[in-house]
Structures are given as structure tokens and as C-alpha cells.
């Protein structure tokens, strides 16, 4: 199966998590395939670190103008909101193509989605990250961090996902590397709203690439 990992914001370990997936089932000798359709903030002239090239690197795949354009077709370079990133260029993003990007890959083989930010940022008019979600279908893996306030941006997150009946297969918590408190506090906390949830904490992981010592996260990527 496809999963689409989003987030309770941005930079709280998407990009991490996605990696580390891909990685560990390529450990397996699985065939997977990713995807993040929509990036803002990408510059062309440093490529290096950007989560297109995070995920094609995890992917075993060079880093290049084609396969950049593939992994990532819609880049934006302003680091603002899709739809305020795509205005400064003169641009907007289109839903429809956005669902059809990812559609068109994850019926191929099992592919991993990465979306942009948080769970309701704007994408164009009324619709958010979530709408996208929605209309592939997909399974989310949500991401947040150990944070002081991410408990209440968890519950918000999965309170949108439940209204628009989207399914999860689990929670990731990373730490921030401040959390105020142990990452299985946090856990335990939000198990007692979310009981029937898979919760998987990610330690602060040091050195380059972090998502290649990560604990085992595939129970979230059936
Ligand atoms: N548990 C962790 N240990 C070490 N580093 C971490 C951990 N969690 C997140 N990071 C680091 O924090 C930074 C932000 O994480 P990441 O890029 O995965 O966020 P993101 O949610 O994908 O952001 P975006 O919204 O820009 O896509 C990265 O440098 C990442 O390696
Ligand atoms: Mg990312």
C-alpha cells in the first residue's frame, strides 16, 4: 500500500520520517517508490539537504534536473505557504494535478507521499493539505514533535482527520531535541485520547542524515 505522510506543522520530522520508511523496507529488499509533489522554499542553486534530495537519496537514486523533476514537480521558491509561495512567482498550485501526480505514481508500486507543512495549510481557495489527502484516498502517517504545545496541535490534527474520515496507520513523536518532557509522557498522554493509535517515538538522533539510525518505524507503512 501507498501512505501519505503529513504533519501537525512543518519541520518537525516529515522529511525524517519518510526517509527512514523508505529506508528501512529498501532494507528488505522491497521496491518503493516516493514522492513530495509540492515543495516551497526549494532554491536550485542548493539543491543539497532539500527533501527532494533527502528522499532520492534514501531512495539509492542520484540527485539530478530529471530526477528532481520527478520526485518533486511542483517546486515553488519562496519558503512561504503553497498558495503564497506560488503567488510570488505568479503561479498557483492546482489540486487537481496535485492528486493526479500522486494517483499516477502510487498505483504503480507502494509509494510513500510526503505533503508540505502541516495538515490544514493552504493550498488554493478554500482547499488545504487535508483536501489533498482526502481525494488520494491514502492512509496518513501523522508527524509531530516533542514540543511544548504539540499535544494540542496532535489532538486539532487528528480531530480534522477524523471529521473528513481520513484513516491513519499511526503517530510518530520526534523530538525537537527541547521537548519538556520524556517523548513516552507524550505518548501516554495522547494514547489516552487516541487509544487505538500505533505512537512510535523517534529520539533526538545526532550526526548527518539521522533517518538512517532511526528506530523501526514500518509497522506505520503496511
Ligand atoms: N528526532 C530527530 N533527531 C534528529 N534530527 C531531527 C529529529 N527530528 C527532526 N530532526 C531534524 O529537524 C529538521 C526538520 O525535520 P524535517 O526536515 O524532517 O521536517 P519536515 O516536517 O519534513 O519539514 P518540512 O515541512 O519543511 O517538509 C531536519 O534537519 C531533521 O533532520
Ligand atoms: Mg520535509
Given amino acids: ?32 517508490d516516493a ?35 520527478r520526485v518533486s514537480p511542483f517546486r515553488f521558491r519562496a519558503p512561504l505557504s503553497p498558495d503564497s509561495a506560488a503567488a510570488r ?21 507502494p509509494t510513500l507521499v510526503e505533503g508540505a507543512g502541516g495538515l490544514m495549510v493552504p493550498l488554493v481557495g478554500r482547499h488545504t493539505v487535508l483536501d489533498w489527502i482526502k481525494a488520494t484516498g491514502l492512509k496518513v502517517v ?3 514533535s516533542g514540543a511544548l504545545g504539540t499535544l494540542s496541535h496532535t489532538l486539532c490534527a487528528y480531530e480534522a482527520l477524523s471529521r473528513a474520515g481520513v484513516e491513519t496507520t499511526g503517530l510518530v513523536v520526534s523530538s525537537s531535541g527541547d521537548d519538556p518532557m520524556p517523548l513516552e509522557e507524550s ?17 533526538r538522533i545526532s550526526g548527518i542524515q539521522p533517518w538512517r539510525r532511526a528506530p523501526d518505524l514500518t509497522a506505520l507503512w503496511p
Fill in 187 to 203: 505518548i501516554a498522554t495522547l494514547a489516552r485520547y487516541l487509544p487505538d493509535e500505533v505512537m512510535v517515538p523517534i529520539p
Fill in 35 to 69: 514522492i513530495k509533489p509540492l515543495v516551497s522554499g526549494f532554491d536550485p542553486r542548493a539543491v543539497e539537504g532539500s527533501d527532494p534530495a533527502e528522499l532520492l537519496t534514501a531512495l539509492g537514486r542520484p540527485v539530478d534536473a530529471d530526477t528532481l523533476a
Fill in 142 to 144: 501523522m508527524v509531530t
Fill in 1 to 32: 500500500m501507498s501512505v501519505f505522510i503529513t504533519g501537525t506543522g512543518t519541520e518537525i520530522g516529515k522529511t525524517l520520517v519518510s526517509c527512514a520508511l523508505i529506508h528501512q523496507r529498501r532494507a528488505r529488499g522491497e521496491d518503493v
Fill in 89 to 109: 512567482e505568479g503561479r498557483s498550485v492546482d489540486l487537481e494535478a496535485l492528486v493526479e501526480a500522486v494517483t499516477h505514481r502510487t498505483t504503480v508500486r
